[in-house]
């Protein structure tokens, strides 16, 4: 089964709007992480957010808050005052704390690729 | 904040021949690195991880002999290409995770 599920392909919001890209996940762990990364068409993968299981208030940076609603197990990321420069791949990941070996590694979404309008 | 650098950022070479992409982590120790493999348009998958020190551990489906994983120092993971094929053109990019995960700048493999 899938860990994270993006289910937006294509994105599209005019600037200066708001956006909500959409993320669900899939775990049994008690604890773990969810990331935003951004990747624009260079290829870098750029940290947006982090957002811990045990975290009681959403995270925000900047113009970037994660709406995480635990019992739904979602995580989506919310772009207020869209520029014309956030148009890329968004991805969501998770990391499981438990996991042994593994630990550390990353789960990711297919992505949204979010274009942004003038 | 912490960063991890990857070298090259691209690089072309001729079918046949092997390739050497390097992960390094500047300003922290990285016991555990990470690379993954993007194709154009789709998600990252991880290929391997690699621990300092010891052999790495490759996920289901990856050729270790293919993809040779060393982690020879804390603060640097290399992962050569072996007898590089076009179907092997690809983004590789590597993590490391001092906490949350850094990522290098990637590499553009085309093999012609």
């Known amino acids: 089964a899938q860990k994270i599920t993006q289910t937006q392909p294509g994105m599209f919001v005019q600037e200066k709007e708001a956006v909500t890209l959409d993320c669900t996940y899939d775990t049994s762990d008690q604890s773990y992480g969810l990331f935003w990364y951004k990747q624009p068409s260079s290829g870098e993968m750029i940290f947006l957010i982090y957002q811990g299981s045990y975290d009681e208030q959403n995270a925000t940076e900047g113009r970037y808050s994660l709406n995480f609603q635990k019992a739904r197990k979602s995580a989506n990321l919310v772009i207020s005052a869209s520029q014309l420069g956030d148009s890329a791949m968004y991805f969501c990941a998770m990391r499981e704390v438990d996991r042994g070996s593994t630990l550390g590694r990353l789960y990711f979404g297919r992505g949204t690729q979010l274009t942004v309008w003038p | 904040g912490a960063v991890v650098s990857q070298h090259p950022s691209r690089v072309i070479c001729k079918s046949g021949t092997s390739v050497k992409i390097e992960c390094r982590s500047l300003?922290?120790?990285?016991?555990?690195m990470f690379w993954y493999r993007q194709f154009p348009k789709q998600s990252l998958m991880l290929m391997a991880t690699?621990?300092?020190?010891?052999?790495?551990?490759?996920e289901q489906g990856v050729e270790k002999d293919k993809f040779l994983i060393n982690h020879a120092s804390l603060t640097l993971s290399t992962l050569t290409v072996t007898s590089a094929h076009p179907e092997d053109s690809s983004f590789y990019i590597c993590s490391a995770t001092p906490g949350q995960a850094f990522f290098g700048q990637g590499t553009r493999l085309t093999v012609v």
């Open positions: 690699s621990n300092e020190g010891s052999k790495a551990t490759y």
């Open positions: 300003d922290f120790q990285a016991t555990t």
